[in-house]
């Protein structure tokens, strides 16, 4: 089994940052990427950036040029870091790892104010 577990949520007004960390731990074999994803009331759940296992990243439109994935701690911790926030950014974020099968963390509460 995996588990992720997700900080660094909260509030911010519009044009802040906020840094989204998330540490795996347990059974991290061959993990072939690792990412964010976020869910707004009412919404499905969108694809916010990736970080694939040779560094490969992959970015929704609408965050290009203002967030940035990472990945730390020998590849065990994935980092989101993200500048310029803008109201229509909240959501729920979800720390998501796949191998074989993906996984997903709880949650952490992003919320923009204007």
């Known amino acids: 089994q995996v588990q992720l577990l997700e900080s660094g949520g909260g509030s911010v007004q519009a044009g802040g940052s906020l840094r989204l960390s998330c540490a795996a731990s347990?059974?991290?074999?061959?993990?072939?990427?690792m990412g964010w994803y976020r869910q707004a009331p009412g919404e499905q759940r969108d694809l916010v950036a990736t970080?694939?296992?040779?560094?490969?990243?992959n970015y929704a439109d609408s965050v290009k040029g203002r967030f940035t994935i990472s990945r730390e701690n020998a590849g065990n911790t994935v980092s989101l870091q993200m500048n310029s926030l803008k109201p229509e950014d909240t959501a729920i974020y979800y720390c998501?790892?796949?191998?074989?099968?993906?996984?997903w963390g709880q949650g952490t509460q992003v919320t923009v104010s204007s």
């Open positions: 998501t790892l796949t191998n074989w099968r993906a996984y």
């Open positions: 970080i694939d296992e040779d560094g490969t990243t």
């Open positions: 347990g059974r991290l074999f061959r993990v072939k990427s």
